[in-house]
């Protein structure tokens, strides 16, 4: 990196991969695929059709025999056990991201309990990593004991969890149909997404221009010293 680049010059390009657990994460994987948006996306679950009928660029299918691709029924420890014995699959798929983003519906059995697993195989590898939950309605009181007992789980192992309440897309959109609601809330995620990442590199800017700012005004000539930003990185000039 020469010691005039500028801030032009600079372009950090990290690799970003959407993550849907179970199926409300894999619903919004598939919005992203269908909007052509600018990042990888993986799709994991056990329910076999469900996979089928995901749009993603790769998918997961863990648990056939256990589950008999018919899903977790809601079983959050199944759910877990599930991405345990998957493990090396998942992580195969993870290895290479600079960010990733974990989406889950909270309360059933997959996403509830396999996404705090597959948390922990981005930590190992040092993969930025944010959980986006979605919180059942509140007229589903049996999922929320579950909801949150998923959520105190995936925190432990990723304190860049957000949660989107169901409840209050359905107060904005209050005609609107499930499916309606449901989709609303899948596109919420859209832009959050995008302003991360904008955040992210924007942060990763700031620090190489400090450093170059300061190399500078010491050297009137010469290379710039090797900038570690983040494993994967790419920063090209």
Known sequence: MDANTTEADIQIEPRVAVVGLGGAGCN????????????????????????????????????????????TNGDAGLGRKCAQVHETEIEKELIGY???????GLGGGTGTG????????????????????????????????????????IRAVCPNTFTIENDKILQIMPNATMSEALNAVNKTIMPFVDETVAKIVSGIKSEIEMVQSKYTKRNSSGKMPEIRVRNGIRITT
Do not use: W
């Open 114 to 153: 396999a996404t705090s697993e597959v948390a922990k195989i981005c930590n190992r590898h040092d993969i930025m990593t944010f959980t986006i939950g979605i919180n059942p309605f509140s007229f589903e009181t049996s999922k929320i004991p579950v909801a949150r007992e998923g959520l105190r789980h």
């Open 28 to 71: 919004v994987v598939s919005t992203f695929y269908k909007a052509l948006a600018p990042v990888d996306t993986i799709a994991i679950n056990t329910d076999r059709k469900a996979l089928d009928e995901t749009a993603a660029d790769k998918k997961i299918y863990i648990c056939k025999a256990v589950t008999q691709g018919k899903g």
């Open 98 to 104: 600079d960010i990733v983003f974990l989406i889950t």
